[in-house]
């Protein structure tokens, strides 16, 4: 069993449409942080959000975390193929260092 | 800056073999991580270290060592080598246990 569990597992849009990413779990975290991950390659942290109700953009990417820290949404706006990859969100425990991930949403973006 | 290097990159075993991967960073990052990453199940964290000289298991140990020689090396040893072993591992460093680098890879196929 997943400790976070990420919908939908899989996701193909068109250019330019828009998509969101969701990240939930019955666990509380200290932070959450958002990766993306390219075929061949390993992950490479998008965000951390830290803070219940933060919200975060990175130009067309916005990160939201819960109000009780407990899930995550990430939302791409006008969304490209250079957004193509796999999205996986990970979450640092209460009481330790050590990060939780979910399994990941794969996003495909068709020109 | 080569950031986290993994090596090998592939690798074929026969059941029963051991083998080691060796994991560099030059980011003189205290915490190492080894995953490993299978279809439908994100990143589970093997063992990890914490500094020099430490190591601790992670959520899926069980038929792995780990070495930490040295700060800026992470060794990860199967010492007899199963099918269920086939995998992608990811080694990951990181300065206080927040934001991961990882390196790119190694896909290990047990036959």
């Known amino acids: 069993t997943q400790l976070l569990e990420q919908s939908p597992q899989f996701l193909s849009i068109q250019e330019g449409e828009n998509l969101t990413v969701y990240c939930n779990s019955s666990?509380?975290?200290?932070?959450l942080q958002w990766y993306r991950q390219e075929p061949g390659e390993g992950p490479v942290l998008l965000v951390t959000v830290v803070t219940g109700g933060e919200v975060k953009k990175l130009k067309r990417l916005t990160f939201q975390f819960g109000d009780a820290r407990k899930d995550s949404s990430l939302h791409i706006t006008a969304a490209q193929p250079g957004d193509t990859g796999l999205y996986l969100c990970a979450g640092e425990g209460l009481r330790d260092y050590k990060l939780s991930f979910g399994a990941g949403t794969t996003v495909t973006v068709r020109a | 800056n080569a950031g986290v290097t993994q090596t090998p990159k592939f690798r074929v075993l026969k059941t029963g073999q051991s083998m080691t991967l060796l994991c560099a960073q030059d980011?003189?990052?205290?915490?190492m991580y080894w995953y490993r990453q299978d279809p439908g199940m994100g990143l589970r964290l093997i063992h990890y270290?914490?500094?020099?000289?430490?190591?601790a298991k992670g959520e899926v140990p069980d038929g792995y060592n780990v070495s930490r020689l040295k700060k800026q090396n992470f060794l990860l040893g199967l010492e007899s080598a199963a099918p269920s072993q086939t995998s992608v591992y990811f080694c990951a460093s990181s300065l206080q246990g927040q934001k991961l680098f990882f390196g790119s890879g190694t896909q290990l196929s047990v036959l």
């Open positions: 980011m003189n990052h205290e915490y």
């Open positions: 270290s914490v500094g020099e000289g430490t190591t």
């Open positions: 666990s509380v975290f200290s932070s």
